[in-house]
């Protein structure tokens, strides 16, 4: 019998506008204004992580990969002696490197293809193969309203061992993506760009981001009152993205960056967009976070919240995080799970279990917290 064919494809530059506040990276300006301000590429890693855990599995495999960056060089770097195809380019790669690679994959074919990026990287998955060829998708880039994805590298992994070990049926799953240059102005507009064929496997993908659930004005005004009435005087607030936020940036009478983190200390805005750097740099003293999940996916790390990094997260500590929600947004989540991704396995780990989440005024709800 012969040797599965996974085919590994990474969009090296995919999620680096995250961490400085810059809600993408689909230009090439983007890219370059990401390394001014000290962006460093994730997707390598996190695809190096995912094909570590595969490599543990120890099963027979043949790994043909796209060159350079793209793949043969975090496969070298997880122990792989992988099948490269074309060559590497010198230049940031481009969409159509990442078509032509699928195609080429597609083409041989193999038996599944892995690859990590980004919204846009899973457009160029549906351009390239469509519902020709299983994929499962490593979670790297900022944005991630797509269906396709793990919820981080170890799901994607996993989810690829269980596809190797059979008896798991693919579904047609959702491929959306956003206008990125609205999205830096406040605006979420998600479109409907495809459909790829995944494992379906629904405790390890991440479902579709929900940008339809509704919020309860009054349950809104009712957690902005609690957080601010618990607001300690000289403490440093970072308040993640989301309508929930805004609802305590207007309980406070201050504004807020919608799609962005802001920065709040005595009821004053300190810093609005904020970076990593930012966050860091006036982390001097006691801080909190308070941050809302994603509806329909539940992350409330990892996902458009890049810039609360793992070290700023230490930095306060996890008994200085707060977690609200309406319980509207609670009931679209699957199983009513939370999920972290924040990059970091150990810190993760340490988030796992049982966490309050407030919901109004007076009330709140007990979610597990899951990777």
């Known amino acids: 019998m012969a040797a599965f064919r996974l085919g590994l494809i990474v969009n090296p530059i995919a999620g680096m506008g995250g961490a400085v506040g810059l809600k993408g990276s689909d230009t090439a300006e983007i890219v370059a204004r990401a390394r001014e301000l000290g962006a460093i590429p994730k997707a390598p890693a996190r695809a190096t992580e995912a094909l570590g855990a595969i490599g543990a599995a120890d099963m027979a495999l043949t790994l043909v990969t796209a060159a350079g960056d793209m793949g043969e060089r975090e496969a070298r770097d997880a122990g792989f002696a992988p099948q490269g195809l074309g060559i590497a380019k010198e230049?940031?790669?481009?969409?159509?490197?990442?078509?032509?690679?699928?195609?080429?994959?597609?083409?041989?074919?193999?038996d599944l293809i892995l690859f990590a990026g980004g919204d846009g990287t899973a457009r160029d998955m549906v351009r390239a193969v469509g519902g020709k060829i299983p994929v499962v998708g490593i979670p790297a880039g900022v944005k991630m309203h797509s269906a396709v994805y793990a919820t981080n590298p170890q799901s994607a992994a996993r989810m690829v061992l269980r596809y190797m070990r059979g008896g798991i049926s693919?579904?047609?799953?959702?491929?959306?993506?956003?206008?990125?240059?609205?999205?830096?102005?406040?605006?979420?507009?998600?479109?409907?760009?495809?459909?790829?064929s995944v494992p379906y496997l629904p405790d390890l993908v991440q479902g579709t981001k929900a940008g339809g659930v509704s919020s309860d004005r009054t349950a809104?005004?009712?957690?902005?009152?609690?957080?601010?009435?618990?607001?300690?005087?000289?403490?440093?607030?970072?308040?993640?993205?989301?309508?929930?936020?805004?609802?305590?940036a207007d309980e406070l009478g201050i504004e807020k960056t919608l799609l962005g983190v802001d920065l709040v200390r005595d009821g004053v805005r300190l810093a609005g967009d904020a970076g990593e750097h930012d966050i860091l740099k006036y982390l001097g003293g006691e801080g909190s976070i308070i941050v809302t999940p994603i509806g329909g996916q539940g992350h409330f790390f990892g996902r458009g919240n890049q810039q609360i990094s793992a070290e700023g997260i230490t930095r306060v500590g996890l008994e200085n995080i707060t977690v609200a929600a309406t319980m509207e947004k609670i009931a679209s989540l699957r199983d009513s799970l939370l999920h972290v991704d924040t990059g970091d396995r150990a810190l993760d780990g340490e988030l796992l279990g049982w966490r309050r989440v407030i919901t109004g005024f007076q009330t709140e709800s007990i979610c597990r917290v899951a990777t």
């Open 91 to 110: 230049a940031d790669t481009i969409a159509a490197d990442t078509v032509r690679a699928a195609e080429e994959m597609a083409g041989l074919p193999v």
């Open 220 to 248: 809104l005004a009712g957690i902005a009152a609690r957080i601010v009435a618990e607001m300690v005087p000289g403490r440093l607030y970072i308040l993640g993205p989301g309508t929930t936020m805004r609802a305590i």
């Open 170 to 196: 693919l579904r047609e799953l959702e491929v959306m993506d956003i206008d990125e240059a609205a999205f830096r102005e406040g605006a979420v507009s998600a479109q409907l760009y495809g459909y790829l």
